[in-house]
């Protein structure tokens, strides 16, 4: 069994390292005009919205695996062992989850900060441009 556990364990690490890097390269384009960069923006936060929300089912999933896991040590006589290194693996994929939760939400708040730059890149050119045709008082 713990040959199992080690096997799913180390595909969970690969399938989240997998995810982090497919949403890292959907950020990597760069558009030039300022309403494709929006809908890119608004597109690239929503990736990242809904990769949170599969963090949140797979903790779910993590701790539903370790539950099952410890009423398996529970049930042995020497359970010590057995619990210590389940209670490892559980800390350690919810320890990567976290850092994949913290590296995406990085990226959402960079992402947001983006748009609030342009935002007011638009706002000051808007107004100098106002300013500029203006009609000057004689």
Known sequence: MPYLTLMVHRSLSSALRGLAVSLAFAAAPFCAQADVRADFEAVQEARLRSGLVALTEER???????????????????????????????????????????????????????????????????????????????
């Open 60 to 138: 779910q999933h993590i701790r539903g695996r370790y539950a099952e896991q410890e009423m398996d040590c529970l049930e042995r006589f020497f359970s010590a062992s057995c619990l210590e290194g389940v209670r490892q693996r559980y800390a350690r994929a919810v320890r990567e989850l976290e850092l994949l939760q913290e590296s995406m939400e990085l990226q959402i708040r960079q992402v947001q900060a983006g748009a609030r730059q342009r935002a007011r890149q638009e706002a000051v050119a808007q107004h100098a441009k106002a300013i500029e045709t203006r009609p000057t008082k004689p």
